[in-house]
């Protein structure tokens, strides 16, 4: 329990780091826009993995004022770049847990509202899993989202056994691929033939497709043959914190 007090700390004082991963075009890597990544450095047991603060703030009521700094924290971001004529899109990853809480779109209508930001640059990921656990109770805030004009996109697909024929059934604009299929695509021909399959079916049903965890040149080149418009991974950028992307921006030129 006391890390859940430590929680709630950071939150109040704003401890909270945000972290920025690049996505880019796999055909000339122009950068499209960042994925935000929270981040948080407990004073005594140093830096705590997003999934387990995560869970600690899903079991102690804090989903929604963390969900909330991150996506503040990128709107700020985004507002700033639309500003300076340089209108990257933000992601913002969303536990499926927060989409029960029936306040949710309203509270992002609010913000968007309150800091200027085009709903057309804010895209939302929700991992499959997540989704695939409460999917009757999951949509009606997708569905309330979408209507605001943000972006919605299925996270991590591929790890949570859902039927390829939801991607034409759910209300969601983009399809990130898992990064296991993607890094093992270049050596495991079952991976390659996942990768082939769901970006194949992404693009009939007129979905963006993003290969995360993209980390070889190899990787790249077998992507960008059968039809994946965009990628994120360490072979482009590690996620940075806001002034390292800043200049990992200015010298992509
Ligand atoms: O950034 P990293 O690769 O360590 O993230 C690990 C996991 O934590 C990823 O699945 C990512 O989606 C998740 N994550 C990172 N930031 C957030 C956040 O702000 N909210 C939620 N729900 N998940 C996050
Ligand atoms: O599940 P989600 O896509 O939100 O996870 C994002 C996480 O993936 C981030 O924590 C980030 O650190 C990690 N990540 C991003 N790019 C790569 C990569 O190229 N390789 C690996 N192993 N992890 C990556
Ligand atoms: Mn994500
Ligand atoms: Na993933």
Redesign the pocket.
Known sequence: LGIAADLRRALENDQLEV?FQPKVTLADRHVVGVE???RWVHPAHGEV???DF?AVAEHTGQLAQ??ES?LVAGLRRCRAWADADRPFAIA????ARILLDSRFPELVRELLDEHGVDPGLVTF?I?EPGMLSDIERVLPSLYRLRDLGVRLSV??FGTGASSLAYLRQWPVHEVKIDDSFVQGMATDSGDLAIVRAVIGLSREFGLTVVAEGVESELTLELLEEMGCELGQGYLFSR?LPYERLEAWLSAQT
Not at 92 to 95: E, K
């Open positions: 972290y935000c990544l929270a993995a997003p999934e995560v963390l969900t991150v913002v990853n969303l536990s990921e991992s996270d991590d996620p």
